[in-house]
């Protein structure tokens, strides 16, 4: 799987949008992008992913570059809960489930 | 519908001593795995299983025993534990494969003295 560069830690404001950015350059053709979070010490909660059209479900927005070698989670309107970090996970899709690897990922902190 | 259940949520072990983290799921999921994440750091895979009978060794594999009997429940089995082993653990399952998502357990916090 692809290695993921992300920041270490980002600020935003209650309210406003949280964009976290994800650099993987060496993304292959079929790797899927996927974003998943973990607040405070709790199991990592997965949020969206997506293979190079952006995505948009009920909790964030991804956006995937034309070339894939980078993306953004999009949190549209951040509050104090989605204080935590989010990991920015390459994968291929195969016929079976894979590991997961997991980066140092972002520390998003929300605040009033 | 209690998804990934994971017990003990904490505990606190002798070095030597030896024990079982056990992982429960309800969703019929065929892959489970186990994680382990020390201080700020992400998480690193232990152990995995495809299905019950089969399982196979994640990049940290050394101290762990699993076993995968039944569909529902996957075990890890610390055999000696060491101070090293200190950490959470975390557990989780995916149906076939894995594309809408990894649910996980709500950890065990393992110290080991």
């Known amino acids: 799987d692809a290695k993921t560069t992300q920041p270490t830690s980002m600020d935003c404001a209650e309210g406003r949008a949280a964009n976290l950015p994800c650099n993987h350059s060496?993304?292959?053709?079929?790797?899927?992008v996927y974003w998943y979070r973990q607040i405070h010490s709790q199991g990592p909660q997965y949020i969206i992913h997506?293979?190079?059209n952006n995505e948009t479900n009920e909790m964030a927005s991804l956006i995937i570059t034309e070339d894939r070698k980078s993306s953004t989670l999009i949190l549209p309107h951040a509050t104090l809960r989605d204080t935590a970090v989010y990991y920015c996970?390459?994968?291929?899709?195969?016929?079976?489930?894979?590991?997961?690897?997991f980066g140092t990922g972002t520390r998003l902190q929300v605040t009033l | 519908n209690a998804g990934v259940t994971q017990t003990p949520k904490f505990q606190v072990l002798k070095t030597g001593q030896s024990m079982t983290l056990q992982c429960a799921q309800d969703m019929n999921h065929e892959y489970m795995s186990w994680y382990r994440q020390d201080p700020g750091m992400g998480l690193r895979l232990i152990h995995y299983s495809v299905g019950a009978g089969i399982t196979d060794q994640g990049e940290v594999p050394n101290g762990y025993n699993v076993s995968r009997s039944t569909t529902e429940d996957f075990p890890l089995r610390l055999l000696s534990a060491a101070p090293s082993q200190t950490s959470v653990y975390f557990c989780?399952?995916?149906?076939?494969?894995?594309?809408?998502?990894?649910?996980f357990g709500s950890g065990t916090r393992l110290t080991v003295v």
């Open positions: 989780a399952s995916s149906s076939g494969t894995g594309t809408y998502g990894y649910t």
């Open positions: 997506g293979l190079k």
């Open positions: 996970i390459v994968r291929v899709v195969t016929g079976t489930a894979s590991k997961l690897t």
């Open positions: 060496t993304i292959s053709g079929n790797e899927y």
